[in-house]
Nanobody
């Protein structure tokens, strides 16, 4: 599976961005998808996850109510809609895929089989 993340950029505090993760090489509808981020000087952390059907999602406490993960299996794409962005949301955002058709959203990095290259999000005035 190849994952291509895009949509990052510079945004002011309070603004919005939508990240995209396009998958190829395997039936997308069987993959669990996740978003993680890594701030400068910090460890990579979980942001959001969604199961293969889109019927269940999970979020880090720090982004609940502001971020929304979704997917379109017909377009082989997962999304991360980010609203009310804060400077502490700054970092490289990575999408990841888990191949075993999970029935629960996966929050652990070690469970993911495939990773995209990351897209930089900078929240600053």
């Amino acid at each position: 599976v190849q994952l291509q993340a895009s949509g990052g950029g510079l945004v002011q505090p309070g603004g919005s961005l939508r990240l995209f993760c396009e998958a190829s090489g395997r039936t997308f509808s069987s993959l669990g998808m996740g978003w993680f981020r890594q701030a400068p000087g910090k460890a990579r952390e979980f942001v959001a996850a969604i199961i293969w059907s889109g019927a269940a999602t999970s979020y880090a406490d720090s982004v609940k109510g502001r971020f929304t993960i979704s997917r379109n299996n017909a377009l082989n794409t997962a999304y991360l809609q980010m609203n009310s962005l804060k400077p502490e949301d700054t970092g490289v955002y990575y999408c990841a895929a888990e191949r075993d058709r999970p029935t629960l959203p996966i929050t652990s990095m070690s469970a993911y089989d495939y990773w995209g290259q990351g897209t930089l999000v900078t929240v600053s005035s």
